[in-house]
């Protein structure tokens, strides 16, 4: 389906197709996009395991229950909070199975990030538990990962043009048919709501400020990774820092899940931005309170996590790296040294061998 995007103030027109064909198969940019964003992700959670002492053979299970966890939260969450959209149609079976299967439709858009991190966490966390992985570290590196995929999974939304908010006036606000059509069916909801919108004028990208706070706030956790002052923190960390950016662009958002005159995800992201900021506080004051510098020690300091730590830096993803081979450049190299020292040891012999002649003519004469 072609999508034509505009933003007037830029001087900028974009038209494309949302979606591409391989063969039979027809490929998504929403989803694509989201994929890329997660295996940049694990590629940086597995990079990083070492640091914080997680043994990778062991957190791929983790990751892959997160991963399945992730798909079905994220979907349950935004279904379950657009019932009016996605409820069950009995009037026939053929309306029953046709309303039942666009729940399984993830293509077409309509995944929640706070379900998927829900989803994600419920799954990964007991898999966690059950092989014995230091959860604490664990969380730090998949929070900072969670932004990196978080960064470029939201530019789906713009193929799919969707994840925008009210009118703007900022030369960054951008347009679309389709947003026009949905505003001009959504006006009257919105205005329920206290959200006065005209649908010919510009809105504001919300999936933009979100993709560019999540890339900043990736190469800032990331940074801050080896300098954190205790497992679970980092984590901490991207909840407050996350949320604190979803609550404020939730709030200009045209398509917020709602629970009454509520938005859902706004008011997730204020509990979680103060919950996250009064434990690193309360944790943090613990600590200096403590006087002993093994209370709450860094899993990857204590010996069982050096242990992985050191097998670990062997190869990656634990398996250990084979030693280069020679080149004939190096060997020929290697040869010439080996004659010199040759050399070497022969010119000292011989001068050795001078040395004891000489002191025994002098003792004859």
């Known amino acids: 389906m072609e999508k034509i995007v505009e933003f007037p103030g830029l001087g900028l027109e974009f038209s494309f197709h949302n979606s591409f064909q391989i063969g039979p198969f027809t490929i998504a940019y929403y989803g694509l996009l989201i994929a890329v964003g997660l295996l940049l992700a694990l590629f940086y959670a597995f990079r990083t395991f070492k640091t914080v002492g997680i043994d990778s053979d062991k957190a791929i299970d983790c990751i892959l229950g997160g991963i399945i966890g992730g798909i079905v939260g994220a979907r349950l969450y935004f279904v379950i909070f657009s019932w009016d959209s996605y409820g069950l149609d009995f ?4 309306a029953f199975f046709n309303s039942f299967a666009r729940i399984f439709k993830t293509w077409e858009g309509g995944l929640a990030i706070y379900g998927g991190l829900i989803g994600a966490l419920l799954v990964g966390l007991l898999i966690a538990k059950r092989k014995k992985i230091c959860i604490r570290a664990l969380l730090d590196v998949v929070g900072v990962g969670f932004l990196l995929g978080q960064g470029i999974g939201r530019w789906g939304n713009f193929f799919n043009v969707e994840a925008f908010g009210s009118n703007t006036t900022l030369p960054w606000g951008m347009t679309s048919p389709d947003i026009v059509q949905y505003l001009t069916q959504k006006q009257s909801e919105l205005a329920s709501i206290g959200v006065t919108v ?22 800032l956790l990331a940074w801050y990774l080896k300098r954190r002052k205790f497992d679970g923190e980092v984590f901490l960390m ?35 931005v103060i919950a996250s900021v009064i434990t690193i506080l309360v944790v943090r004051s613990k600590m200096r309170n403590s006087h002993d510098e093994n209370y709450l020690k860094l899993f990857v300091l204590t010996p069982e996590g050096q242990a992985i ?50 002191e025994k003519n002098k003792l004859d004469d």
């Open 309 to 358: 730590a050191a097998k670990e830096s062997e190869g990656f993803f634990g398996r250990k790296k084979k030693e280069p081979k020679d080149t004939e450049t190096d060997l020929q190299t290697k040869e010439s040294e080996h004659a010199e020292e040759t050399d070497t040891q022969v010119l000292a012999e011989e001068s050795h061998t001078e040395s004891e002649e000489d």
């Open 198 to 219: 005209d649908p010919n004028m510009p809105v504001h990208p919300c999936f933009l400020y979100e993709s560019i706070w999540c890339i900043i706030g990736f190469f």
């Open 238 to 272: 991207y909840l407050a820092f996350y949320g604190a950016e979803r609550f404020v662009v939730e709030g200009l958002r045209t398509d917020s899940l709602m629970i009454g005159s509520l938005r859902v995800s706004q008011l997730l992201a204020a509990v979680l």
């Open 91 to 94: 009037s026939s079976l053929d």
